[in-house]
T-cell receptor, first 114, second 115 residues
Framework: SAVISQKPSRDICQRGTSLTIQCQVD?????MFWYRQQPGQSLTLIAT?????????ESGFVIDKFPISRPNLTFSTLTVSNMSPEDSSIYLC???????????FGEGSRLTVL | GESVGLHLPTLSVQEGDNSIINCAYS??????FIWYKQESGKGPQFIID?????DKRQGQRVTVLLNKTVKHLSLQIAATQPGDSAVYFC??????????????FGKGTKLTVNP
């Protein structure tokens, strides 16, 4: 298994500001995934972050809104830019388990935008 | 469309009863399925998985059934306990943008276990 730490665990933000979420993994992983979970909803993949290359975004998500960094094999950041109340969600970092492909998730970062 | 959905958003059972949570998926090419449990304020936790070349897999108190003919997945929890109260998501593995694999999650079923 993998231990995934996310910061911040929760935050309250003002409209129009940006917030960067950090994800630290206790082992080296090639792929990291960022998911969004809106209130009472399921998880939606935002992007796949590979070390040494640009993140790959899913339909409906763009780099200008959700820039991602992946400086090394154990760390990634997701920025939520120019936030609006619609961005209030839990943002989750996840990594695959090499042997089977299941995903391990962090505890998530719960953002509330006022 | 691209979706993994669930038949019931909520399920309430008595402690000790068996629970069955259902999931319908739409992509017949999906080869791997996972059930996750998410407790309040926490990230999803892996419960059990199954590959498309199987129709049943058992774990400790949990069983996953896969019916590829009707694209249906179910999670059975035996002797449900209060600690099983959570939201349960099914997920299927598909190809993401750029060719890598991704998990697509269903809408979730909230299980409440009454003492």
């Amino acid at each position: 298994s993998a231990v995934i730490s996310q910061k911040p665990s929760r935050d309250i933000c003002q409209r129009g500001t940006s917030l960067t979420i950090q994800c630290q993994v206790d082992s080296q992983v090639t792929m990291m995934f960022w998911y969004r979970q809106q209130p009472g909803q399921s998880l939606t993949l935002i992007a796949t972050a590979n070390q040494g290359s640009e993140a790959t975004y899913e339909s409906g998500f763009v780099i200008d809104k959700f820039p991602i960094s992946r400086p090394n094999l154990t760390f990634s950041t997701l920025t939520v830019s120019n936030m609006s109340p619609e961005d209030s969600s839990i943002y989750l970092c996840s990594v695959p388990f090499r042997r089977t492909g299941e995903l391990f998730f962090g505890e998530g970062s719960r953002l509330t935008v006022l | 469309g691209e979706s993994v959905g669930l038949h019931l958003p909520t399920l309430s059972v008595q402690e000790g009863d068996n629970s069955i949570i259902n999931c319908a998926y739409s992509n017949s090419a999906s080869d791997y399925f996972i059930w996750y449990k998410q407790e309040s304020g926490k990230g999803p936790q892996f419960i059990i998985d199954i590959r498309s070349n199987m129709d049943k897999r058992q774990g400790q108190r949990v069983t996953v059934l896969l019916n590829k003919t009707v694209k249906h997945l179910s999670l059975q929890i035996a002797a449900t306990q209060p600690g099983d109260s959570a939201v349960y998501f099914c997920a299927e593995r598909r190809v993401a943008q750029g060719g890598s694999e991704k998990l697509v999650f269903g809408k979730g079923t909230k299980l409440t276990v009454n003492p």
